[in-house]
């Protein structure tokens, strides 16, 4: 199917969306209509491989529909983003062995199957940071077995399999490792925990792994802390822009909302608002923060996917690019719902309102990797260290 294509079915999906989004908001509760009808529709396996049956489309056209159907439902966006992103960079740095990779991939394409990797832990907060889990997976004869507790692990009402991060403990030295878990697997159990403010029906909740037993064939790779993670450049390029996609769409639906406002809001004898300087210059401010925002994102998509040509590298590297994208476009989007909210004024409060779900979601970004710091400390690392 052509770009276009899937561009206009997203449209579709996305008024869709928007039509429980405050319901899911309001009551917490997961969207599982919303990934039936993402199954039906065939976007579950946008970004597998064409040998896996799947559309394998570009970075640049999944930031593209990811903006969109955020503006219908940021959290279902955000989730699709988790599942897509594992297929977009698996695609590119073949981290896993190919048996489990074409496994995951086979069963998005055919059965709308949906992965995530569940890897943060209360102790250890982002796993960016480096750090050990606690989460531990022990050697037996039988095979790993895995006991630990995970935080944020978003879609996890719906997910078929976890992507786990644990540690090993070998003689003097410890890895970090990933497996591939099942729902099935016994021992695997979701505490219902997720009660956020902002993207409420991601259905982030934590999950229990209480001695959970797998075949040793599931460890899908390990390295020793400090070691570089195979995954980490194709990984930060499919997910950081994955979410800056996501938060833009969240901030582009509070930018429609406020023009449509603008456009009508007349106070009694008075004019219509659209007509008060300040008012136009706050919706001329949001259109500049979006497009600003959009850009670098495209910018960054492209550097991507052309990173292997010098001409690339030439001014910045594209995983800088990517970074520095990530974290201007969170920042962009935030102060661009904060402007619409101020265009619409005391009535932006009201739970009644769409927009200020959109001020809450659009928060959820700053704590996704790159965080801010470490995007700032990359960047500065490869202008004064190099
Ligand atoms: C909506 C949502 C969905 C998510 N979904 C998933 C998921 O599906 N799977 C998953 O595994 N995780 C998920 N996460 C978790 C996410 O990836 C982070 O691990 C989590 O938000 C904790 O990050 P943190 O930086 O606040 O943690 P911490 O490491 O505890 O950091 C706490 C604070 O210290 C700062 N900090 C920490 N280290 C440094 C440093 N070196 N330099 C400067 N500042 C530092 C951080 O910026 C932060 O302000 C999700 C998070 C959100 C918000």
Redesign the pocket.
């Known amino acids: 199917m052509a770009n276009e294509d899937w561009i206009r079915k997203a449209q579709t999906l996305a008024i869709q969306f928007d039509g429980n989004a405050a319901k899911h908001d309001r009551e917490g509760t997961f969207p599982f209509e919303n990934f039936e009808a993402l199954k039906e529709q065939g976007f579950l396996s946008l970004t597998v491989p064409k040998i896996y049956g799947g559309h394998e489309i570009s970075l640049l056209t999944y930031v593209r529909i990811l903006e969109i159907l955020a503006t219908g439902d940021g959290a279902t966006a955000?989730g699709l983003t988790?599942h897509l992103k594992i297929f977009g960079s698996e695609r590119e740095a073949k981290s896993y062995p190919e048996k489990w990779f074409e496994k995951i991939s086979l069963q998005a394409t055919n059965e709308g199957s949906l992965v995530?990797?569940?890897?943060?832990e209360e102790g250890?907060?982002?796993?960016?940071?480096g750090g050990l889990p606690n989460t531990v997976a022990i050697s037996t004869p039988q095979g790993w077995r895995i006991s630990g507790k995970?935080?944020?692990?978003?879609?996890a009402p719906l997910l078929s399999y976890f992507i786990v991060?644990a540690r090993i403990d070998e003689e003097n030295d410890s890895y970090l490792a990933n497996f591939l878990l099942t729902r099935e697997d016994k021992g695997l159990m979701m505490e219902e925990t997720w009660n956020?403010l902002?993207?409420r029906a991601?259905g982030?909740h934590d999950i229990v792994l209480q001695d959970v037993l797998i075949p040793r064939e599931r460890l899908l790779n390990k390295r020793r802390p400090g070691e570089l993670d195979k995954r980490s450049g194709s990984g930060s390029a499919w997910f950081a822009l994955g979410v800056a996609a996501t938060t833009l769409g969240v901030a582009q639906a509070a930018r429609n909302y406020a023009v449509e406002f603008a456009r009508e809001r007349t106070p009694n004898d008075q004019k219509t608002i659209k007509q008060f300087s300040g008012i136009r210059n706050r919706i001329a401010r949001i259109d500049l923060l979006l497009h600003r925002s959009r850009t670098l994102i495209n910018d960054a998509a492209e550097s991507w996917e052309h990173r292997d040509q010098a001409r690339e590298k030439e001014i910045m590297q594209p995983i800088n690019k990517v970074a520095i994208t990530k974290i201007d476009t969170i920042n962009n989007c935030i102060e661009a719902v904060d402007l619409a909210m101020r265009v619409v004024g005391g009535v932006s409060l009201q739970k009644s309102r769409p927009i200020e779900r959109y001020y809450r979601d659009v928060r959820?970004g700053l704590?996704?990797?790159p965080?801010?710091?470490?995007a700032l400390?990359q960047l500065a690392r490869s202008v004064l260290d190099s």
């Open positions: 955000l988790m995530n990797t569940a890897a943060t250890l907060g982002s796993p960016a940071g995970k935080t944020f692990t978003t879609m991060l956020s902002g993207m991601s982030s959820a704590h996704n990797p965080i801010e710091d470490r400390e």
